[in-house]
C-alpha cells in the first residue's frame, strides 16, 4: 500500500481558493489512480475527483466540476486539488486516495489520513 499525507485545508472565506496537496510514500504511486473525496458531518464520503496514472483522463464529481482541478506530478510522488470558488458546502474533511480508480471509495485501497477545509459565508 501506498502512504498518503494530505496538507493545505484550512478555513476561506466563500469565493475563495485553496490547493490541497498530498504526499506519497513510494515511487509505486505513480502506478495508480489518485482520487479525492470528502465527508462532511454526518454524511456520508464523497467522491470529489480522480486522475488516471501518468496524469492522464480526469473525472470529477458533479459538486467538483467546472471549479476544482486535480493534478499529480509523479516525479515528485506529489497529487493536488485546486479548489477555487469556494461555497460553504464544500467544507468537509478532504481526503487523498490511491487505487485502481472510479467513483467509489472501495476502489481505492490506500487513504490519507484527512485534511479539514472549511468555508465561511
Known amino acids: 500500500q501506498v502512504q498518503l499525507v494530505e496538507s493545505g485545508g484550512g478555513l476561506v472565506q466563500a469565493g475563495g481558493s485553496l490547493r490541497l496537496s498530498c504526499a506519497a510514500s513510494?515511487?509505486?504511486?505513480?502506478?495508480?489512480?489518485m482520487g479525492w473525496f470528502r465527508q462532511a458531518p454526518g454524511k456520508e464520503r464523497e467522491f470529489v475527483a480522480f486522475v488516471v496514472w501518468g496524469g492522464g483522463d480526469a473525472y470529477y464529481g458533479t459538486s467538483a466540476l467546472g471549479r476544482f482541478t486535480i493534478a499529480r506530478d509523479d516525479a515528485k510522488n506529489m497529487g493536488y486539488l485546486q479548489m477555487n470558488s469556494l461555497k460553504p458546502e464544500d467544507t468537509a474533511v478532504y481526503y487523498c486516495a490511491s487505487g485502481s480508480g472510479g467513483t467509489s471509495s472501495a476502489q481505492y485501497n490506500s487513504w490519507g489520513q484527512g485534511t479539514q477545509v472549511t468555508v465561511s459565508s
Open positions: 513510494t515511487r509505486t504511486f505513480s502506478d495508480y489512480a
